[in-house]
């Protein structure tokens, strides 16, 4: 009994472990009402295929909130640096054409969150204005660099840079897949193993205490911008990559990416990130729509699941974290019985013997 008990200890410390059995029971859900669907390994690679890109641009996003800002101009970015990246397919010879493609789609991103973190650490613009106005400038950048319209990356699937961005590996497996979780990992260490992360943990609790402790809290967070923009870009590359074609509104996902930073249970307040809640999340986000469709449920209900579903996780992982559970249960016994002294007429006279 006390192995199980230490087993469950450990599996409730480790990060992301809540939003993994939501996943993995949201799975037994739908393999149980669309078994024709869920049963099959096809479906599973679809996910592995679609949703990397939203978790890019989410995994990111994680880094940003927890720092206490928040970014809306990385869908831009997404378009931006698709653009950048076609523009070098067409410009310059397909064997080096695909590189410096990818080297100014990144130079792209790290641009644009470099002026957003300037504009937010050395300005003192709110983040939420500075990458709003920011996601409508470079979106039309984008729009007017391509005229409009689309751009095919001609004799794609042949190139060395799309397999290894995008192929498959051992036959079936997406690339992308393999290459966000890479990415997870990474960021995990710098969140959790690095002095930048610590970094961006102490700005996100308190700038001013960590400005006292020596933090250089500007620096920061321009940095943590710039490092958005770059694996927003990345996130664009590989939108562009997998599907061979550029296109100005492709990186419209915005909600989604924000739903799995925070159905990870990464805290809107900032001080406290989870890179895996947000890999996790990113998967039961990006599963919803298509099971709710394998279950023949009529497409109107699609926003409806993923909205109670979303509702559930959050209420879930305020539940389990530091004692939440118990303040949780708490108040809905408070919501059962009437709390005495409350009624408007004992307001007024304690309103009334405050000023005599």
């Excluded at 989604?256 to 930073?261: Q, T």
């Excluded at 900032?270 to 298509?290: D, E, M, N």
């Amino acid at each position: 009994m006390n192995s199980v008990r230490a087993l469950f200890r450990f599996l409730y410390r480790l990060e992301g472990f809540a939003i993994a059995m939501v996943l993995v029971v949201l799975y037994i859900v739908l393999i149980i009402v669309a078994p024709s669907v869920f049963t099959r390994p096809l479906i599973y690679i679809s996910f592995l295929e679609t949703v990397p890109p939203t978790l890019i641009a989410a995994l990111g996003l994680t880094l940003v909130i927890t720092a206490g800002e928040i970014d809306l101009s990385f869908p831009a970015v997404v378009s931006l640096s698709g653009f950048a990246l076609s523009w070098g397919w067409k410009t310059f010879d397909p064997t080096y054409g695909a590189w410096i493609g990818i080297c100014l789609a990144l130079g792209a991103g790290a641009l644009v969150g470099y002026i957003n973190g300037v504009l937010v650490a050395r300005i003192g613009v709110p983040s939420i204005m500075a990458t709003l106005a920011a996601n409508f400038f470079w979106y039309g950048i984008s729009i007017l660099l391509a005229g409009g319209l689309q751009a095919t990356l001609k004799g794609s699937e042949s190139n060395f840079v799309h397999e290894l961005f995008v192929g498959r590996l051992f036959g079936s497996l997406p690339a992308q897949a393999f290459w966000s979780l890479a990415l997870a990992v990474l960021l995990w260490f710098i969140l959790n193993r690095h002095k930048f992360g610590e970094s961006v943990m102490f700005v996100g609790d308190n700038a001013n205490v960590a400005r006292v402790m020596g933090v250089n809290v500007e620096a920061t967070r321009i940095r943590l911008f710039a490092l958005h923009g770059m694996i927003a870009a990345f996130s664009g590359i590989i939108v562009t990559l997998d599907i061979g074609v550029f296109y100005p509104d492709q990186g419209n996902f915005l909600l989604p990416a924000m739903a799995s930073v925070f159905v990870g249970g990464t805290s809107i307040a900032g001080g406290v990130g989870s890179i895996f809640g947000t890999f996790f999340g990113s998967y039961v986000i990006g599963s919803l729509a298509a099971g709710v469709v394998a279950t023949t449920i009529s497409g109107y209900w699609v926003q409806v699941v993923e909205g109670g579903v979303m509702a559930a996780v959050v209420v879930l992982n305020a539940a389990t974290d530091k004692g939440g559970l118990a303040q949780l249960l708490g108040r809905f016994r408070h919501w059962s019985a009437p709390v005495a002294g409350n009624t408007a007429s004992e307001l007024l006279q304690k309103d009334d013997t405050a000023r005599n």
